[in-house]
């Protein structure tokens, strides 16, 4: 079954950090992209970046420069996203998704369930 | 503020028409394609239309989507209870270096 599972909502203080996992399974991993896009409570999807799964080049939006970190685990089909000195507009849904084969312009095929980050003081 | 822009929301009956729009700039939808998607409450969102106007397979024709200069629109004919949802579209910015995602259009079917 093709799919993508992400790691169990999290709970995290102000100025800690966060990691969650997205597994992919039914397909070859190293032949998409991942990106992943962030929703808070109630607001449109915000893309964050992506990772090539095959050569790990990564980007990042702008504004998480130096506080977001991408990573991947080949041997378990697993990309992880990081993000650091998190803050109370931290807290949405953080979603991977991967890019479309046959698109031209980025588009997002599978998605992950969601993993709910919640950041509180 | 959304770099796309989407009308809040949009109502028909069943088995009418619907067209949600998506406005933009030359930085995005004018310098590339436009995918929409379709997300229910609490769930991930789910690919509808990519490069504007193609369908992943599985998406039923009733949905369609179409792009003209910087704006882009998304089509549902033959409405049915179960396409209410919010819908969003998306595209590339390369001013921003960034995908971006607009404001979202909630669809009531009456």
């Known amino acids: 079954q093709v799919q993508l599972v992400q790691s169990g909502d999290e709970a995290r203080k102000t100025g800690a950090s966060v990691k969650v996992s997205c597994k992919a399974s039914?397909?070859?991993?190293?032949?998409?992209?991942i990106h992943w896009v962030r929703q808070a409570p109630g607001q449109r999807p915000e893309w964050i970046g992506w990772?090539?799964?095959?050569?790990?080049?990564?980007q990042y939006l702008q504004k998480f420069q130096g506080r977001l970190t991408f990573t991947t685990d080949t041997s378990a089909s697993t990309v992880y996203m990081e993000l650091s000195s998190l803050r109370s507009e931290d807290t949405a849904t953080y979603y991977c998704?991967?890019?479309?084969?046959?698109?031209?312009?980025?588009?997002?095929?599978?998605w992950g369930q969601g993993s709910l980050v919640t950041v509180s003081s | 503020q959304s770099v796309l822009t989407q009308p809040p929301s949009v109502s028909a009956a069943p088995g009418q028409k619907v067209t949600i729009s998506c406005s933009g700039t030359?930085?995005?939808?004018?310098?590339?394609?436009v995918s929409w998607y379709q997300q229910f409450p609490g769930t991930a969102p789910k690919l509808l239309i990519y490069?504007?106007?193609r369908r992943p397979s599985g998406i039923p024709d009733r949905f369609s989507g179409s792009k003209s200069g910087t704006s882009a629109a998304l089509a549902i004919t033959g409405l049915q209870t179960g396409d209410e949802a919010d819908y969003y579209c998306?595209?590339?910015?390369?001013?921003?270096?960034?995908?971006?995602f607009g404001g979202g259009t909630k669809l009531t079917v009456l």
């Open positions: 998704a991967r890019e479309s084969p046959d698109c031209i312009t980025p588009a997002f095929d599978l």
């Open positions: 039914g397909y070859t991993f190293t032949k998409y992209a």
């Open positions: 990772i090539n799964a095959d050569t790990y080049n990564t």
């Open positions: 030359y930085s995005n939808i004018g310098s590339n394609y």
């Open positions: 490069d504007s106007r």
């Open positions: 998306a595209t590339w910015d390369y001013s921003l270096s960034a995908g971006v």
